[in-house]
DNA sequence: ATTTGAAAATTGGTTAACCAAAATATAATA
DNA sequence: TATTATATTTTGGTTAACCAATTTTCAAAT
């Protein structure tokens, strides 16, 4: 069987809402400061009517965000970032919305054009050659007439990574798949995109070689105009 | 008891990682492509002799970036990204190095300088609202000569929300916490350079009441500047 | 040969019992 | 009274049994 997702708000996100808006009452009302330790694991879940993984999963999704903290028997912490970030922190967390096409570009581009610019600054002499070896996998594959998505975006990876900025190289990566699906999906790129691609893609391999920051955003900009028309044109 | 954390790559992360190369080396193996099904999660776990619920960690991390999709009932499936891009993500998916300060803070310039444009061109006069009460709650806080690095942070949020782009906003979120608690830590923020803070604030707050994005970027830059230098000069 | 339908097996998700480390309470000692 | 040693309780994490939805199997009917 193949896959047909359609993930929509699932039940156990809104329930896991509520849990998180309880646990931010929980906070107020008992006036918890950073460093305090938020009841146990059962307790809350007693409280609340829930399972004990209910409030797991939550506590889990509030410690991505950094606003708790689980020490292995010991307890549940309320991270360092005081009350009232806490709450507008929450406010936000409950209200963040689906990421669109839109945004999701936008916000590529504006990450591209910063990390080739750094990448052409700090590329180290392997890191040349992961960008290097990306463009020849790209030529390669665009020549043999195939699809050549995903090697263009690990073109923009090795890119990322090189500009030695840890955290614009983790979201890239969480941007990268949805960008694969939906540049799929909506058919983005075509035989003669991909030509054109492999021009655009060896100058601003050239412009990182030769540590040109400025010519390399140029040349990223000039690559992005294209994709960007084509995305919104359609 | 209270908090003091220091977080270190556990060996719950690195067995996570063991796990998520081997489900890489057998994707690879059984040349399993896009939409195709992964063995249930009780033959991983005997396949590689851990337990049901070490792979269920390590397939949700790789559904967090995309890589794999989970179907209650049916099964773990390879998502629509191809086995040459998950590849490489993978790759830097088990590469990816802590975040650092400087990291965080020149992603953040760049975000903010992004948004603040964004919120000027497509404030709604809610958001224009909520950024108000933001400021004027900073604003009130310093002046009370107490420590205002929360109400300072959750303005800037407001921004983000405001700038109308649901990724770069989930982006703020993500490193704001980590934001304050260094800046804490570093003690960034002083009496003096908060009340120098209300300036820039209200002058950026201005900008986007006005719908001038340059003149708000301006007023952002001038802002993080400040930041910037105390930040790198210490 | 094809279709249908019910039974059996398989699936990810859930629950509750269990674990070892940590925190706390208690008792023994100085 | 203060301090140390020990037993008990509490903690988040782990494990294994369980659940309901889904998929597969396979024989009966057309």
Request: proline share 2%; charged share 25%.
């Amino acid at each position: 069987m193949k896959l047909e997702a359609a993930k929509s708000f699932s039940d156990s996100t809104s329930l896991q809402n509520v849990i998180i808006e309880k646990i931010r009452e929980l906070i107020n009302y008992k006036n918890l400061e950073p460093g305090d330790k938020l009841p146990s694991e059962r307790m809350l879940a007693e409280k609340f009517a829930v399972t004990r993984s209910n409030i797991r999963d939550a506590i889990q999704q509030l410690e991505f965000y950094g606003i708790l903290q689980s020490i292995p028997q010991s307890g549940t912490f309320v991270a360092n970032i005081g009350v009232i970030a806490m709450n507008g922190m929450i406010d936000e967390i409950l209200g963040l919305e689906e990421q669109d096409f839109k945004s999701l570009v936008e916000t590529r581009i504006l990450l591209e054009l910063k990390t080739v610019k750094l990448a052409s600054l700090r590329r180290t002499e392997s890191d040349l050659k992961r960008i290097k070896d990306a463009l020849d996998a790209y030529e390669r594959t665009v020549k043999s007439g195939e699809d050549a998505v995903q090697e263009d975006l690990l073109f923009h990876l090795a890119i990322a990574k090189a500009s030695g900025n840890s955290t614009i190289n983790t979201f890239m990566l969480t941007i990268t798949p949805q960008i694969i699906m939906d540049f799929e999906k909506y058919h983005v790129c075509d035989k003669r995109m991909s030509m054109l691609g492999i021009k655009e893609h060896t100058e601003i391999y050239e412009a990182i070689k030769t540590q040109n920051p400025a010519l390399a955003k140029q040349k990223m900009k000039e690559h992005f105009s294209v994709l960007y028309q084509y995305c919104y044109n359609k």
